[in-house]
């Protein structure tokens, strides 16, 4: 049974929105539960969409507008910066030339997360694997990846096989991490529900391609 209990999924790497376009499944985001809210990143959005040349790109413009009232775009301080540099002259390729400025972005978001409501259950859905261990977080904040979500997905009813899904996600994005699984309880958790709960791991990234169920 879906939760009651409003949840919100903070999204503050691009990977899990690229992932899920990848396989046509940005729906699952809203499927765990009755009252979902999404929260994407400033600079996340400009990192998904800044491409038309790609389909997921479209998927996933698609995707925000039609759920609109229920996606809100965090403003960071990284976010900001790159706006600011995107208006110069030479602003391109200074960004093109800036090291990191994805988990800057996240680590800016994360922190700023500390400073929202404490009390309100939320998830954080994620693919790099630094960001495990070296993520500071609030203490509501179950940190999940992409393929952990998809188990607890699974798990509560919502997907037939979340095998199924990372193979479609890999056939489009070599790249994705199959194996990579981290599933981390709130350190000081208020919340009830949601799509998981077990323990956490956190084995190393495999490259091969996904098995079937």
């Known amino acids: 049974m ?9 999204i503050p790497d691009a990977g899990p ?17 009755v009252d979902v ?7 996340g959005i400009w990192e998904v969409t800044r491409r038309d040349d790609l389909p997921d790109t479209h998927r996933i413009k698609a995707f925000l507008e039609a ?3 229920r996606v809100e775009v965090m403003e960071t301080s990284v976010g900001a910066m ?13 960004i093109r030339r800036m090291k990191n400025l994805g988990e800057l972005s996240i680590s800016s978001a994360m922190i ?7 009390g309100l259950a939320t998830f954080v859905l994620i693919e790099a694997e630094w960001f495990g261990s070296h993520a500071s977080r609030e203490g509501n904040a179950h940190l999940i990846s992409t393929s952990a979500w998809l188990d ?3 798990q509560i009813g919502v997907i037939s096989s979340a095998s199924n899904v990372r193979r479609k996600i890999h056939e489009g994005r070599s790249n994705f991490c199959v194996e990579y699984r981290v599933d981390d309880p709130a350190p000081n958790p208020k919340m009830e529900g949601g799509p998981s709960g077990g ?14 169920s």
Request: aromatic share 2%.
């Open 2 to 10: 879906m939760p009651a209990k409003p949840i919100q999924i903070f």
């Open 112 to 118: 700023d997360m500390r400073y929202r409501a404490p």
């Open 37 to 43: 809210r999404l929260i994407i990143t400033d600079h």
């Open 17 to 33: 929105l690229i992932s899920l376009a990848t396989a046509d499944e940005l729906d699952l985001l809203l499927r765990v539960a």
């Open 199 to 212: 323990p956490s791991s956190n084995p190393a990234c495999e490259s091969a391609a996904p098995q079937g």
């Open 152 to 154: 607890g997905l699974e």
């Open 67 to 69: 759920n609109a009232k």
């Open 82 to 94: 790159a706006r600011n540099t995107m208006q110069s002259a030479d602003g391109k390729e200074t």
